[in-house]
């Protein structure tokens, strides 16, 4: 009886060594935050070689030494994969050439949203993840196991090995600096936050409610730059432009009353970063102006755009690059006959009526997911 026991359970312990559990998804990542990847093999972080900014950037490891290079915001682009957009560079880590070669290099590239800049993100244990690619189902890793500084980084058969595991750790703001009172950012001034975060005195400028007549945090004068700043809650009324601006790699981690609101006539650009958490409108357009924004993060709002109501002025909207989730109401709303919108290579989930009042639209390589 005992010999017939012990069969029974050496057959089950085959049984349960032939079982394959698939590994479940890693848990979700804040797009409001930036992260570091560093390799299980070496200990060294996954880093845009040489500050590059150019297309076909290469990607390598090197020593954690905390530059903005080796640091990456992770983007859910829905159906359980996400892309890796470097912090430094505003360029999307991809497989190089569409290949599905073992071997076959990872480089940065103009974040446009398709598969070979997607990545599967599966939980390993132990705090490592392996991080596969949508267009060639090869996992990410260090070449040929190496430990040096510079080494490259490819994609290869998913072999289970210590250099195809990953830990993403998320890079904190320097400081927390309370503003008292407007920021203003002269005409064709820059002002760079190096990823400080910048919150409102709640008294003085205003708590980040619905209420009418908060000021801004920021303020950006004709010509101005507002760049590497993430404002945190309360935001109060974000930041207001007067004329032409570039809004760069600036998060909000909550939008307040609005995020940003265009003053007065001018060329306002958002490329990069994110909004998120808002009760009712992101960006409002209170003046005749184009607003571009590309490679743009959009979650969680009564509608992403608003021109102001009533208004018939004209306005025109570019959207490039972007991942809009989860807006109420729509993506634009207009009551202007003449104001049109552009969206192209964007992904987007749950917008409500998408265009509300928009008369001219054109839209190219754009992908509804759920």
Same mark, same amino acid.
């Given at each position: 009886?005992?010999?017939?026991?012990?069969?029974f359970?050496?057959?089950?312990?085959?049984?349960?060594?032939?079982?394959?559990?698939e590994? @479940?998804?890693?848990?979700?990542?804040?797009?409001?935050?930036?992260?570091?990847? *560093?390799?299980?093999?070496?200990?060294?972080?996954?880093?845009?070689?040489?500050?590059?900014?150019e297309?076909?950037? #290469?990607?390598a490891?090197y020593?954690?030494?905390?530059?903005?290079?080796?640091?990456?915001?992770v983007?859910?682009?829905?159906?359980?994969?996400?892309k890796? *957009?470097?912090?430094f560079?505003?360029? @999307?880590?991809?497989?190089?050439?569409?290949?599905?070669?073992?071997?076959?290099? *990872?480089?940065?590239?103009?974040?446009? #949203?398709?598969?070979?800049?997607?990545?599967?993100?599966v939980?390993?244990?132990?705090g490592?993840?392996?991080?596969?690619?949508?267009?060639?189902?090869?996992?990410?890793?260090?070449?040929? =196991?190496?430990?040096?500084?510079?080494? #490259?980084?490819?994609?290869?058969?998913?072999?289970?090995?210590?250099?195809?595991?990953?830990?993403?750790?998320?890079?904190?703001?320097?400081?927390?600096?309370?503003?008292?009172?407007?920021?203003?950012?002269?005409?064709?001034?820059?002002?760079?936050?190096?990823? #400080?975060?910048?919150?409102?005195?709640?008294?003085?400028?205003?708590?980040?409610?619905?209420?009418?007549?908060?000021?801004?945090?920021? =303020?950006?004068?004709?010509?101005?730059?507002?760049?590497?700043?993430?404002?945190?809650?309360?935001?109060?009324?974000?930041?207001?432009?007067?004329?032409?601006?570039?809004?760069?790699?600036?998060?909000?981690?909550?939008?307040?009353?609005?995020?940003?609101?265009?003053?007065?006539?001018?060329?306002v650009?958002?490329?990069?970063?994110?909004?998120?958490h808002?009760?009712?409108?992101?960006?409002?357009?209170?003046?005749p102006?184009?607003?571009?924004?590309?490679?743009?993060?959009?979650?969680?709002?009564?509608?992403?755009?608003?021109?102001?109501?009533?208004?018939?002025?004209?306005?025109?909207?570019?959207?490039?690059?972007?991942?809009?989730?989860?807006?109420?109401e729509?993506?634009?709303?207009?009551?202007?006959?003449?104001?049109?919108?552009?969206?192209?290579?964007? =992904?987007?989930?749950?917008?409500?009526?998408?265009?509300?009042?928009?008369?001219?639209?054109?839209?190219?390589?754009?992908?509804?997911?759920?």
């Amino acid at each position: 009886m005992k010999k017939l026991v012990s069969v029974f359970v050496v057959l089950g312990l085959l049984f349960s060594m032939l079982v394959v559990t698939e590994p @479940a998804f890693a848990a979700s990542y804040d797009n409001s935050k930036k992260y570091k990847l *560093v390799n299980r093999q070496s200990g060294k972080a996954l880093e845009v070689y040489g500050w590059s900014t150019e297309n076909g950037g #290469n990607i390598a490891q090197y020593n954690d030494w905390g530059g903005t290079s080796q640091q990456w915001t992770v983007i859910d682009v829905g159906q359980g994969y996400h892309k890796f *957009v470097n912090v430094f560079s505003g360029k @999307a880590m991809e497989v190089s050439n569409w290949n599905k070669d073992n071997g076959a290099n *990872v480089a940065q590239w103009t974040d446009w #949203n398709g598969e070979s800049q997607q990545w599967k993100i599966v939980d390993v244990g132990n705090g490592y993840v392996k991080i596969i690619n949508r267009f060639s189902n090869k996992a990410l890793e260090v070449y040929e =196991r190496s430990k040096e500084n510079g080494a #490259n980084v490819v994609q290869y058969d998913d072999l289970g090995g210590a250099n195809q595991q990953w830990k993403l750790v998320e890079v904190k703001p320097k400081e927390t600096i309370v503003v008292n009172s407007t920021i203003v950012v002269k005409a064709g001034e820059v002002f760079d936050g190096s990823g #400080n975060r910048y919150v409102a005195n709640p008294t003085t400028v205003g708590d980040g409610s619905q209420k009418e007549g908060q000021k801004s945090v920021f =303020r950006l004068e004709d010509g101005a730059t507002l760049k590497n700043v993430v404002l945190g809650a309360p935001a109060a009324d974000g930041v207001h432009t007067y004329g032409d601006a570039l809004i760069e790699n600036v998060v909000w981690e909550d939008i307040g009353e609005d995020a940003m609101t265009i003053k007065k006539e001018g060329h306002v650009v958002i490329r990069g970063g994110s909004a998120q958490h808002g009760s009712d409108k992101m960006f409002q357009i209170n003046a005749p102006s184009q607003l571009d924004i590309i490679n743009f993060t959009a979650r969680d709002a009564g509608k992403m755009i608003r021109q102001l109501g009533g208004s018939t002025f004209h306005t025109e909207v570019y959207i490039e690059g972007s991942v809009i989730t989860d807006m109420n109401e729509a993506i634009f709303r207009t009551d202007s006959s003449t104001s049109k919108v552009r969206m192209v290579n964007t =992904r987007y989930s749950n917008v409500g009526k998408k265009w509300y009042g928009v008369k001219h639209v054109s839209e190219s390589g754009n992908v509804e997911f759920n």
